[in-house]
């Protein structure tokens, strides 16, 4: 090729970029459009794991977005009381929320079942039937109906079942006990427990003065900022009504709707990566916030075998009446129940013998 037409060539093979690049340039801003979203969280900035999902959320989002789409986090009573965050999403004067469904069960108790019920399935089996036993299409069904689009976002594991000022041995022990406690309380009432509504800052002091004489918060990360150990010192588990709460990323529907396809399956995805990160962190927090609240003064108790077979009956009784008066707890159950069954026994044969053989290994000092 003579030197002038390689300069020709290179010069106009140069122009065409230049050209694909200006007109590329208008595609990609309609592709990542600037979105500027709220989220209001149910949780206190002081729960820095819980209400730090909503704040992972928004990273993950954003960094696949390179900044485009940001999501300003608001902590719980910022901007909504904390369990009030529903209404507003569902009328889109609020973005989207973070939030744990049983908050909402006096609208239906069905918002219960998809978060965490006594005796439901563990934080893996949750994130099982979510993803691969239909729970999404279930649940986004029944948020259809407040103008929600909702992901898991989120899941503490299995949690502790809460301070007692006193040894609990017996369904006997239970009866006028006065527990601060949450939607468990609809089935601790069939044992004779009273429940109270204490807000998580004033739990010390009704403990210490003897306003209540119980109190479930969450697991020892969580609980040891509450210094609970001093005024409660028997520190029960497991924490039966809560097995693996799913917490939820819940989005109004319309500005779901309104988003690209790529922000749409970014948002999801970014949902399911803080689900994990959640999980993992709890995972490694607790341990040795265990240790600290032992060695402060906790003394760890099991709750007994009567009191867990008395609470499992009676966790039964109040689904039977729950799925009389609310279609949508009942088919949500029905089909959480018949993937328990499947669970459990895979549970049992390999995980749960590599997991008692490791820990008996640790009870011997092995490890």
């Not at 965490?116 to 948020?143: C, H, K, Q, V």
């Not at 500005?255 to 690209?260: Q, W, Y």
């Not at 009956?313 to 328990?340: D, G, H, L, M, V």
């Amino acid at each position: 090729m003579k030197r002038r037409e390689f300069f020709k060539s290179a010069t106009a093979i140069t122009a065409s970029a230049a050209a694909a690049t200006t007109l590329a340039a208008p595609a990609l801003a309609q592709s990542q459009p600037k979105v500027s979203w709220r989220l209001a969280s149910s949780f206190p900035k002081g729960l820095d794991t819980v209400y730090g999902g909503a704040e992972t959320l928004a990273k993950y989002v954003s960094e696949a977005t390179d900044g485009n789409f940001v999501i300003d986090v608001f902590a719980a009573g910022e901007l909504v009381p904390p369990f009030e965050v529903v209404d507003p999403v569902s009328e889109g004067s609020m973005d989207m929320a973070h939030t744990v469904g049983y908050y909402f069960a006096g609208k239906d108790v069905a918002w219960a079942a998809l978060s965490a019920i006594p005796f439901s399935l563990n934080a893996r089996g949750m994130n099982a039937w979510y993803y691969y036993g239909g729970g999404l299409d279930i649940t986004n069904a029944f948020f259809a109906d407040y103008n929600i689009v909702g992901f898991p976002c989120g899941n503490t594991a299995a949690q502790m079942g809460g301070w007692f000022r006193k040894e609990i041995n017996t369904v006997a022990d239970l009866q006028g006990l006065k527990m601060r406690v949450g939607f468990a309380g609809t089935i601790l009432t069939k044992l004779g427990v009273i429940p109270q509504s204490v807000p998580g800052g004033e739990i010390y002091n009704a403990l210490e003065k003897g306003t209540i004489d119980a109190a479930e918060f969450v697991g020892p990360y969580d609980d040891e900022k509450l210094g609970l150990q001093k005024v409660a010192p028997y520190y029960y588990y497991p924490g039966w009504w809560e097995g693996g709460p799913t917490v939820h990323a819940l989005i109004n529907k319309d500005k779901f709707a309104g988003l690209p396809p790529a922000y749409q399956s970014i948002l999801k995805t970014a949902s399911q990566a803080t689900s994990a990160d959640m999980l993992a962190k709890y995972d490694y927090v607790n341990p040795p916030a265990l240790k600290k609240l032992v060695a402060a003064g906790a003394q760890l108790r099991p709750f007994s075998p009567e009191i867990m077979e008395a609470s499992f009956k009676a966790s039964n009784e109040a689904y039977t009446e729950f799925e009389a008066t609310s279609p949508a707890f009942k088919t949500i159950w029905e089909s959480i129940k018949a993937f328990r069954k499947d669970h459990y026994l895979w549970n049992q044969v390999a995980e749960l013998n590599y997991d008692a053989f490791l820990q008996a290994q640790q009870r011997n000092n092995a490890l």
